[in-house]
């Protein structure tokens, strides 16, 4: 994997893990990643991963705000059993939003599976089943 890539998959993770609202300081976080980067090399990367400005005011991949838009439309509840979550969805919106949730590659979220108007997500442990319900919830709740 290239020097960019790495940098683009370390700007993902940046600002998936952090509320990020400038250039300035999407730069110091990846800093402490071990990325220097200038100020038009972030510029360029921002817009290579059609990175977008939440309501909020801070950077999103563009598939986070779909996601946000499908859940708050289509997903009635949402809740952690074992290291399952449950989605219930509007009847035929099951896999759309599952399609979403596999794009924005949930932490730790296995993989999902999707029916009518229910999505099953494997999640890697319990807490792992609880942080990724809490996440889905937020969305719900944006």
Do not use: W
Request: proline share 2%.
């Amino acid at each position: 994997m290239g020097k960019r890539q790495k940098r683009h998959d370390a700007i993902r993770k940046v600002i998936c893990e952090n509320t990020v609202r400038t250039q300035r300081e999407l730069a110091d976080l990846l800093k402490a990643e071990g990325f220097d980067c200038t100020q038009a090399t972030i510029s360029r990367d921002v817009d290579d991963l059609g990175l977008v400005k939440s309501q909020e005011g801070f950077y999103t991949p563009p598939e986070e705000l779909r996601l946000a838009r499908l859940i708050a439309e289509m997903v009635l509840s949402v809740q952690a059993a074992c290291n399952l979550v449950v989605v219930k969805t509007m009847p035929g919106a099951a896999q759309s939003v599952s399609a979403a949730l596999d794009d924005v590659h949930l932490a730790g979220a296995l993989g999902t599976v999707a029916g009518d108007d229910t999505i099953m997500i494997a999640a890697e442990s319990f807490e792992a089943a609880d942080r990724v319900a809490a996440q889905v919830n937020r969305l719900r709740q944006d």
